[in-house]
Each structure stands twice: as structure tokens, then as C-alpha cells.
T-cell receptor
């Protein structure tokens, strides 16, 4: 089973700050997902990474396969970025079907 | 148009009752999932179906029975509800079910067992 650890568990920032959320996992993977869960409860997929770096607007996700580590960065943070950010990786073993193991989530609060 | 929809959004019921949650996706995806999110916001896979065939069946009590009448629908029936079943249940779908596929989530069903 792939163990996933996210840090920090809670993060408070002032509007405009640069945010970094980290995700480490224990078993080599082919893909890593970053998800966002809004305060209202809905979950959306932000990124799927297999190598390198991806950027979408103010969000940047990076992955280092050798170090088994990924980071999610938010530039110029805004109160609307307040949400839970969840990292997910394929579970080790089993089929190739999308059986994901999820991190415990990072609760981000951005104050105006 | 809602891509992945679930009904009901809220479900409050007594211990021992039987209840169902319905999920539908209009994305044309082959694979659908049920996840359970506990009070600490931890998501865990319960079941996955690919083209109506059960693919993933995690260690879930037999009281939980998924049913997929077609690849656009995946329902979850729960018998003899217990207090510990209280959680938010999310349905999701993906194109092929491969681990690299983006998953699209429904809005969740908050189940409260009294």
C-alpha cells in the first residue's frame, strides 16, 4: 500500500502570499493527482502529474519522481483559494485501474 | 449540465434502516467509483465499476452493495445502517479507469445515521 503524507495539515496565509503544500509518498508511481475540495464540499481535480511541472493560472504543481515528492504552489493567494487540497497516488499493487490512496488533506485559509 | 450527479444530497436516517444513494454521469465515461469521506475529511475508495463490471471492492462490510445497471449509473445500497456509516459519500467517474485518468466527482451525499 502506498503511504501518502501531506504537509502542513493546516495553513493560514494573508492574501497575496506564496503558498506551498507538500506531498510525499512511499512507493514509486506513474501518476499523482492534486484535488481541491471547496468549503461547500465539492471536489475538483486540479492536476495529474507524471513528471516535471504543470501550471494552470496561479497554480503550479511539481513532482520529483526520484525523491517521491510533489509540491503544489499557489502564487498571489486569494481568499477564494481557501479550501482543502488533497494529494492522491495510485495504490501499490493490484490492477492498473484508478485505485487511489489519498493524503489527509491540507486545510488552507487565506485571509484578506 | 451536471457532469456527475448524486441523489440525495442529504440523508438522515435511523440505525437499522436500509437506504440507497444514486449516481449518474453524463460524460460517457467507462469507470465509476464510490468513495467514503470520514469526519476527518479522509477519502477512501469503496468500489469501482468499469463498464458495469466490478473492478475494485475494498474491505467494505457486506451491508454495502453497489449496483451498476449501465455504465452511466452506479448506485449504492446500504443495509442495516450503523452509526459508523455516517460520512459523506462521493461518486466519481473517469474515462477509462487508468490511474492517470482525471476523476470527476459528484457533489457528495452527507449520510447521518441517528
Amino acid at each position: 500500500k502506498n503511504e501518502v503524507e501531506q504537509s502542513p495539515q493546516n495553513l493560514t496565509a494573508q492574501e497575496g502570499e506564496f503558498i506551498t503544500i507538500n506531498c510525499s509518498y512511499s512507493v514509486g508511481i506513474s501518476a499523482l493527482h492534486w484535488l481541491q475540495q471547496h468549503p461547500g464540499g465539492g471536489i475538483v481535480s486540479l492536476f495529474m502529474l507524471s513528471s516535471g511541472k504543470k501550471k494552470h493560472g496561479r497554480l503550479i504543481a511539481t513532482i520529483n519522481i526520484q525523491e517521491k515528492h510533489s509540491s503544489l504552489h499557489i502564487t498571489a493567494s486569494h481568499p477564494r483559494d481557501s479550501a482543502v487540497y488533497i494529494c492522491a497516488v495510485p495504490n501499490a499493487g493490484g490492477t492498473s485501474y484508478g485505485k487511489l490512496t489519498f493524503g489527509q488533506g491540507t486545510i488552507l485559509t487565506v485571509h484578506p | 449540465d451536471t457532469a456527475v450527479s448524486q441523489t440525495p444530497k442529504y440523508l438522515v436516517t435511523q440505525m437499522g434502516n436500509d437506504k440507497s444513494i444514486k449516481c449518474e454521469q453524463n460524460l460517457g465515461h467507462d469507470t465509476m467509483y464510490w468513495y467514503k469521506q470520514d469526519s476527518k475529511k479522509f477519502l477512501k475508495i469503496m468500489f469501482s465499476y468499469n463498464n458495469k463490471e466490478l473492478i475494485i471492492n475494498e474491505t467494505v462490510p457486506n451491508r454495502f452493495s453497489p449496483k451498476s445497471p449501465d455504465k452511466a449509473h452506479l448506485n449504492l445500497h446500504i443495509n442495516s445502517l450503523e452509526l459508523g456509516d455516517s460520512a459523506v459519500y462521493f461518486c466519481a467517474s473517469s474515462q477509462t479507469g487508468e490511474v492517470a485518468d482525471e476523476q470527476f466527482f459528484g457533489p457528495g451525499t452527507r449520510l447521518t445515521v441517528l
